[in-house]
């Protein structure tokens, strides 16, 4: 049994084992530290030139590392909080995603930055937000969020190895604690690969023994094992049979798996826990209407309330969205159609 | 012309990463804590009275925080 933090710290271990051009640089992750939530721990023992910490200042390591990747290093930059991650996208958008297209592929920037977002944990409205969506959409740019189906630590190894974009890479917090887990673990839901993504795969899951089911839910990341939650509470206490599209890269983003499912059954429930208006569900919805048209019956999203997330926990609680919420938005979905 | 500011940490950044000597933040401390340095540029009475009104002020935050029910509900 592994732990997500285990997987992507073996996955950070193997991608310096096996290629020398791999560097981390990020705020406190030298041992015995090993970074404020542990994702580094043993890798500045284990590589110790290779493993830089840097002074307080995001858009420095940021700049620093586009420019050690033009000159042919893989650079994997740590931003401590997510939300930190304002810092960086000066360098990220205007300098990593744009060159290899202003130099006309002379130049790749193979910039991994990992990052580590999302609330629950009382941090307070400046350490827990879910702001990827800020960066989905920009040409040049790779979004990937980790979950903890399938193998994050692979993911992870990928970006780095697999791929010369420059890369966010989205790990939730509460993420870290979960195991891993594996197809054949599972015992009250199935879970297969989908869509003929290669790098960074989407996912099904459906509860074992369901009949064919009638709403596509949708979501990444932590909020996927949310959604998880409510699929089975959907098919055991309501009988709603749904099936859940989990996807791991959300930019570029290929929507074919989410399509495919929202053809079949006809309603769709986008499940995010950054906040709702231009989030990645509008996204996800837009692509489906544009597609399905009049064979999407019904769509809904589920998302943060638009506050700055409370520091105090029964707020906290309260802004970011729940599995309660998840049932009464899919409720809400099969109402509109009996309607 | 740059302004820098030789400035020193009296602690980690995050919770446990400071390495240098105990010693060595002690001795920061009594000697380049800019509190204590513009506080003895103060006149004794003055600074008497500064820190008087701020231990005031921070004490009667507290006993409103602690004695305010909690926002939200409980946990």
Same mark, same amino acid.
């Given at each position: 049994?592994?732990?997500?933090?285990?997987?992507?710290?073996?996955?950070?271990?193997?991608?310096?084992?096996?290629?020398?051009?791999?560097? !981390?640089? &990020?705020?406190?992750?030298?041992?015995?530290?090993?970074?404020?939530?542990?994702?580094? @721990?043993?890798?500045?023992?284990?590589?110790?030139? @290779?493993?830089?910490?840097?002074?307080?200042?995001?858009? &420095?390591?940021?700049?620093?590392?586009?420019?050690?990747?033009?000159?042919?290093?893989?650079?994997?930059?740590?931003?401590?909080?997510?939300?930190?991650?304002?810092?960086?996208?000066?360098?990220?958008?205007?300098?990593?995603?744009?060159?290899?297209?202003?130099?006309?592929?002379?130049?790749?920037?193979?910039?991994?930055?990992?990052?580590?977002?999302?609330? @629950?944990?009382?941090?307070?409205?400046?350490?827990?937000?879910?702001?990827?969506?800020?960066?989905?959409?920009?040409?040049?740019?790779?979004?990937?969020? *980790?979950?903890?189906?399938?193998?994050?630590?692979?993911?992870? %190894?990928? *970006?780095?190895?697999?791929?010369?974009?420059?890369?966010?890479?989205?790990?939730?917090?509460?993420?870290? &604690?979960?195991?891993?887990?594996?197809?054949?673990?599972?015992?009250?839901?199935?879970?297969? +690969?989908?869509?003929?993504?290669?790098?960074?795969?989407? %996912?099904? !899951?459906?509860?074992?023994?369901?009949?064919?089911?009638?709403?596509?839910?949708?979501? %990444?990341?932590?909020?996927?094992?949310?959604?998880?939650?409510?699929?089975?509470?959907?098919?055991?206490?309501?009988?709603?049979?749904?099936?859940?599209?989990?996807?791991?890269?959300?930019?570029?983003?290929?929507?074919?798996?989410?399509?495919?499912? *929202?053809?079949?059954?006809?309603?769709?429930?986008?499940?995010?826990?950054?906040?709702?208006?231009?989030?990645?569900?509008?996204?996800?919805? *837009?692509?489906?209407?544009?597609?399905?048209?009049?064979?999407?019956?019904?769509?809904? @999203?589920?998302?943060?309330?638009?506050?700055?997330?409370?520091?105090?926990?029964?707020?906290?609680?309260?802004?970011?969205?729940?599995?309660?919420?998840?049932? +009464?938005?899919?409720?809400?979905? &099969?109402?509109?159609?009996?309607? | 012309?740059?302004?820098?500011?030789?400035?020193?940490? #009296? /602690?980690?950044?995050?919770?446990?990463?400071?390495? =240098?000597?105990?010693?060595?933040?002690?001795?920061?401390?009594?000697?380049?804590?800019?509190?204590?340095?513009?506080?003895? =540029?103060?006149?004794?009475?003055?600074?008497?009275?500064?820190?008087?009104?701020?231990?005031?002020?921070? =004490?009667?935050? #507290?006993?409103?925080?602690?004695?305010?029910?909690?926002?939200? /509900?409980?946990?």
């Amino acid at each position: 049994m592994t732990s997500v933090l285990e997987a992507l710290n073996n996955g950070l271990q193997r991608a310096l084992a096996d290629d020398s051009r791999v560097v !981390l640089l &990020g705020e406190d992750i030298l041992d015995p530290y090993g970074g404020a939530f542990k994702v580094t @721990r043993g890798l500045s023992t284990a590589f110790p030139e @290779r493993v830089l910490t840097t002074p307080v200042s995001e858009a &420095g390591m940021t700049g620093l590392a586009a420019g050690m990747a033009l000159r042919g290093l893989r650079p994997v930059v740590e931003i401590m909080f997510g939300d930190f991650s304002t810092l960086t996208v000066d360098p990220l958008v205007n300098t990593a995603a744009k060159l290899r297209w202003m130099y006309n592929d002379q130049v790749s920037v193979p910039l991994v930055v990992r990052t580590p977002m999302g609330g @629950r944990r009382g941090y307070g409205p400046t350490h827990s937000q879910s702001i990827e969506k800020l960066f989905l959409g920009v040409p040049g740019l790779r979004v990937v969020a *980790a979950s903890h189906f399938g193998d994050p630590g692979e993911l992870l %190894y990928r *970006a780095i190895l697999r791929q010369d974009d420059p890369l966010v890479f989205v790990e939730h917090k509460l993420l870290y &604690g979960l195991q891993v887990i594996d197809a054949g673990a599972a015992s009250d839901f199935e879970i297969e +690969r989908t869509g003929s993504a290669e790098l960074f795969p989407a %996912y099904r !899951l459906t509860v074992r023994g369901a009949p064919s089911p009638t709403l596509t839910l949708a979501a %990444y990341g932590y909020m996927a094992e949310l959604a998880r939650q409510a699929l089975v509470r959907l098919a055991y206490e309501r009988e709603l049979f749904a099936e859940l599209i989990i996807l791991t890269q959300l930019a570029p983003l290929d929507a074919a798996p989410v399509l495919e499912s *929202a053809n079949h059954t006809g309603r769709l429930l986008t499940i995010e826990e950054g906040t709702l208006s231009a989030g990645w569900g509008a996204e996800v919805l *837009a692509r489906c209407c544009e597609s399905l048209g009049g064979r999407l019956a019904a769509a809904g @999203r589920v998302a943060a309330i638009e506050t700055p997330i409370p520091a105090a926990a029964g707020l906290e609680r309260r802004t970011l969205p729940e599995v309660d919420d998840i049932l +009464r938005a899919a409720e809400k979905i &099969g109402a509109q159609l009996h309607a | 012309q740059a302004l820098i500011i030789d400035s020193a940490r #009296f /602690g980690p950044h995050s919770k446990s990463d400071d390495t =240098r000597p105990i010693e060595m933040i002690e001795e920061l401390r009594r000697t380049r804590d800019p509190l204590t340095i513009h506080g003895n =540029r103060l006149a004794a009475i003055d600074r008497e009275t500064v820190d008087a009104e701020v231990e005031a002020l921070v =004490r009667a935050a #507290f006993e409103q925080a602690l004695s305010d029910p909690p926002a939200g /509900g409980a946990l």
